[in-house]
């Protein structure tokens, strides 16, 4: 470009940077300087830095394009979603293959058997209720996407192992696809099943534990209730980042229908406070999110109450781990243990920090030792 139209696109720029920048000044107005501000260090340049680029007028726009031009352009989300056909999302780690899997799977199925061990030595049920993966139960709407031979192997190299090493473990994957024909067992936009998936989940883990062991105490009677039915926009459109520009584009929200469940005996105000609980369920946001009603569904079918020691965003392993050093395992100790477990956890590493390491290694070698009894006999 010659010099006149370089000063013209200079000058254009210019203007068009002129009242985004201002107005991102204006935004300076609301900002409030730490009690103790540090200059020398750059402490407080920092803090100015960071509350300009929150409040950096342009930011939410470019977020907003960018997404929808790789949402429009290439059919693709954030880093962590996978985009199926009609408006069903996945989430990446029930596709893609994991490093290093064979020797976290084998850690992994070691620490399950040190925690059976651990429950027999106190004379503890336990039924592990593996969860199969979403892209197991609805493949017909991945689209072009296919889960890696690892993924595709998980399920029943999961039961194979565990029913080797005698741990109860039904098959869920049956319930759930004759389920499948009479309601949506998973959502559209989430990673989580329905709360009727996790109702027929819980109506077949409980006709297995009905027939195998005798709960203690008299049947109680539960009542679940569809208190709404809501829109639901599941987390994994958080990996389609089009609000609130192209908000359009996303795909339509599920329909919910919110469920709870309470105790069938009148004037209860309390709904499962001091009363004998011989059921532990232990989990992860599958059990512990409310909005899924599994743990009340558990104690309609059950007809028992239970102890919900399920987390949101630890896994499965890590909750566990937790319960078993708990005071309520200590001193309460239940008759039986459902642990929830979907699938795809099994080659995944988990954050152990927070434990013991002897203790840990103390769980897995006497879960090896006992993988190899079993395989032996």
């Known amino acids: 470009m010659n010099r006149p139209i370089k000063t013209l696109y200079v000058v254009l720029f210019s203007l068009l940077l002129l009242p985004v920048s201002l107005l991102a000044l204006a935004n300076l107005a609301d900002y409030r300087m730490p009690a103790k501000p540090s200059v020398l ?9 960071q509350h300009y680029d929150e ?23 954030r880093s962590g979603l996978v985009i ?56 017909e709407h991945t689209g072009e996407h296919h889960p890696s031979a690892l993924q595709t192997s998980l399920y029943p190299r999961f039961h194979r ?9 039904p098959d869920l994957l049956g319930p759930l696809l004759a389920g499948k024909g ?54 994994l459109t958080r990996f389609l ?3 609130p520009l192209f908000e359009s584009l996303l795909p339509r929200a599920d329909q919910l229908q919110q469920r709870e469940t309470h105790s069938a005996q009148a004037g ?13 369920l232990v989990g992860t946001s599958y059990s512990a999110n409310p909005a899924w009603n599994f743990a009340g569904a558990l104690r309609q079918h059950l007809q028992r109450d239970l102890g919900n020691y399920a987390e ?20 309460n100790p239940p008759q039986l243990v459902i642990w929830e477990f979907p699938e795809r956890y099994l080659p995944m590493a988990s954050d152990f920090t927070d434990f013991d390491p002897q203790w840990l290694a103390a769980l897995k070698a006497g879960g090896e030792r006992q993988g190899l009894a079993a395989a032996s006999h």
Not at 313 to 330: C, D, H, I, R, T
């Open 41 to 49: 260090d750059g402490g407080l340049a920092k803090s100015i830095e």
């Open 55 to 77: 409040q950096f007028p342009l930011k939410q726009a470019g977020i907003n394009l960018w997404a929808a031009l790789e949402y429009l352009a290439f059919g693709e989300g």
């Open 84 to 139: 199926g056909d009609g408006g069903w999302l996945y989430s990446d780690e029930e596709f893609d293959p994991v490093p290093d899997a064979q020797r976290q799977i084998r850690d992994n199925l070691a620490l399950i058997r040190g925690v059976q061990r651990q429950l027999e030595q106190r004379d503890i049920h336990l039924v592990l209720a593996i969860l199969p993966a979403k892209t197991r139960l609805y493949p």
């Open 161 to 169: 192992a565990v029913r080797n090493a005698g741990i109860a473990a």
């Open 182 to 235: 009479k309601a949506q067992m998973f959502l559209r936009t989430d990673t989580h099943w329905t709360p009727q998936g996790a109702d027929v989940t819980a109506r077949a883990l409980s006709d297995v534990v009905r027939s195998a062991v005798l709960l203690r105490g008299e049947p109680q009677q539960f009542v679940t209730e569809t208190v709404e039915t809501r829109a639901h926009q599941g987390d």
């Open 241 to 243: 980042p089009l609000a």
């Open 268 to 280: 209860s105000d309390d709904l499962f406070a001091d009363s004998d609980m011989p059921v532990a």
């Open 312 to 331: 949101e965003g630890e896994g499965p392993l890590v909750p566990m781990l937790k319960y078993l050093q708990s005071k309520e395992f200590a001193e």
